[in-house]
């Protein structure tokens, strides 16, 4: 046991030393605020794919997901299908748009700033309203993280799991403070890296160690057979209509979720979106796909079943007993990778939110660079300590955590940046409407529970915003200034690899 903890330390030092020396080497390269949250707009196309998909994936893909699938078998493939297609889909209609128009609405920073500019709001409400519902979600977001990095360090370490949430919070804290979204990037780069490997390597050890697919299979029959069809629940009934929907329904979150969409802003030129789009669509589908064998690895090869919050730790046990401990180590890094990779978007999202989009907007509008990153650090800070204190309950499960700032952000912002980025006659009225009836449909729904009620919140979150978008817009007068009406001759050329145009 001393021998494996140690092992384990040694990897985790490492680890932590080289996320050390990228931070450094980005916080040389961070000058101005535009460096801080977007890395001056210049990440190539394998570093944007690769972090867009490390920020998304988070800690619930070696938590989560595991777990769902060690729970409840083949059922969690629709949560996967939903994913993947999610992904291709966000990839397709808004990268190159968000891309151009993002630079050519004032070279806006956030989505906020976006669509202010692109509705000529003069008022600041549509930007306000936005940063508001972006610091609540992603204040759930990030405690989702922090409770993710609590189970892996109480875990490996045997620690308790308030000393183990706060060591995960110091690390994020540490590198995302000194070098911004350059760090994050470059480190999102080596943990998407580092995820695939091991979402690769603990589903095929377990099939080795098990004698093969036949032994492997037979053993999960024998625990339970139906967790081998996706048609049914793991008690043998046959899973309803709501709960299919409810699954594949996390596809629709992608279109609204700040972390992701900043490396869509961020990617050095439209042009490269294509290449960026392959790369990721092709990792997603390996980790989504790993995630799950090991789920059911672990049904496999575990002779002691896990109960509770500790079926999301099978990822870990798995680890822990299958490989050497310098090995484990590695793997295990993983799951720290994957945690870190998104809080630290989060929190960079969340502190240019703050930053740019209430201190600036609103109090300091000729604040210069030095005064604003200093905001936006502070303001990593500030958030990641009360998400730290939000994740100081063990009980806490990380897919649920995920799944409602998830349903938040789908439906507040989706919608929204897909009509502002297709439809002229879209106003600000209607985006207005669109996120606030969005966001506060996903709060209202999730308070209830039974009957349509357990239809997964995005989905009513997401058809309502859609229709505020465009009832608000219709009964609004016609925008009398579309501020990126002018570029959307250069915007179509650009797009024209792709066969969505502008309505």
């Known amino acids: 046991m001393i021998e494996g903890r140690l092992g384990i330390s040694i990897t985790f030092?490492?680890?932590?030393?080289?996320?050390?020396?990228?931070?450094?080497?980005?916080?040389?390269?961070?000058?101005?605020?535009?460096d801080f949250i977007l890395g001056g707009r210049r990440l190539g196309k394998s570093v944007a794919a690769l972090s867009a998909g490390a920020s998304d994936m988070s800690g619930w893909l070696l938590l989560g997901l595991p777990g769902l699938a060690y729970v409840a078998g083949l059922q969690s493939v629709w949560l996967v299908l939903g994913l993947l297609i999610g992904t291709y889909i966000n990839w397709r209609l808004l990268a190159q748009r968000l891309r151009i128009y993002s630079e050519m609405a004032g070279n806006a920073l956030t989505v906020p700033a976006f669509?202010?500019?692109?509705?000529?709001?003069?008022?600041?409400?549509?930007?306000?309203?936005?940063a508001i519902f972006i610091l609540l979600f992603f204040t759930v977001y990030t405690t989702?993280?922090?409770?993710a990095g609590g189970k892996l360090f109480a875990t490996a370490f045997d620690i308790p799991y308030a000393w183990a949430v706060g060591a995960g919070a110091f690390a994020i804290l540490l590198y995302t403070c000194v070098g911004g979204f350059l760090a994050v990037s470059w480190t999102d780069l080596i943990q998407a890296l580092l995820m695939a490997a091991a979402l690769l390597a603990v589903p095929v050890a377990a099939l080795a160690q098990s004698g093969g697919w036949g032994p492997a299979l037979e053993a999960i029959r024998t625990v339970n057979t139906s967790l081998l069809n996706p048609l049914t629940d793991s008690e043998g009934g046959t899973i309803s209509l709501i709960a299919v929907c409810s699954l594949l329904g996390w596809g629709l979150g992608y279109f609204g979720q700040p972390h992701i969409l900043a490396r869509f802003q961020a990617i050095r030129s439209a042009d490269e979106v294509p290449g960026a789009r392959h790369i990721a669509v092709s990792w997603t589908a390996l980790t989504l796909v790993g995630a799950m064998l090991s789920g059911l690895a672990g049904v496999a090869y575990l002779s002691e079943p896990l109960t509770g919050a500790a079926t999301e730790t099978v990822f870990?046990?798995?680890?822990?007993?299958?490989?050497?401990?310098?090995?484990?180590?590695i793997l295990l890094a993983a799951i720290l990778a994957a945690i870190m990779s998104t809080a630290d978007s989060q929190l960079l999202v969340a502190s240019a939110v703050l930053a740019e989009d209430f201190y600036r907007a609103l109090l300091r509008r000729k604040a210069g660079d030095r005064e604003l990153m200093l905001v936006g650090r502070t303001a990593v800070a500030v958030i990641a300590v009360v998400a730290w204190a939000l994740a100081m309950d063990s009980r806490s499960m990380v897919l649920d955590l995920v799944a409602y700032a998830w349903a938040g952000f789908g439906a507040a912002f989706g919608p929204v940046l897909i009509l502002a980025l297709y439809w002229r006659r879209m106003n600000r009225g209607g985006a207005l409407a669109g996120i606030v009836v969005g966001g506060t449909t996903v709060i209202v729904w999730k308070q209830l529970s039974g009957g349509l009620f357990e239809l997964y919140e995005?989905?009513?979150?997401?058809?309502?915003?859609?229709?505020?978008?465009?009832?608000?817009?219709?009964?609004?007068?016609?925008?009398?200034?579309?501020?990126?009406?002018?570029?959307?001759?250069?915007?179509?050329?650009?797009?024209?690899?792709?066969?969505?145009?502008?309505l």
């Open 13 to 34: 030092a490492a680890y932590f030393v080289v996320l050390a020396a990228i931070a450094v080497a980005a916080w040389r390269r961070t000058l101005v605020l535009g």
């Open 316 to 329: 870990m046990v798995l680890v822990q007993a299958m490989f050497h401990p310098l090995v484990a180590g």
């Open 115 to 130: 669509l202010e500019q692109r509705f000529a709001d003069r008022t600041h409400v549509l930007r306000v309203m936005s």
């Open 458 to 502: 995005i989905i009513p979150g997401v058809a309502a915003a859609a229709c505020a978008v465009v009832v608000g817009s219709l009964v609004t007068p016609t925008p009398a200034e579309n501020v990126l009406a002018r570029h959307d001759t250069m915007v179509d050329a650009t797009a024209e690899r792709s066969p969505h145009r502008s």
């Open 144 to 147: 989702s993280g922090l409770v």
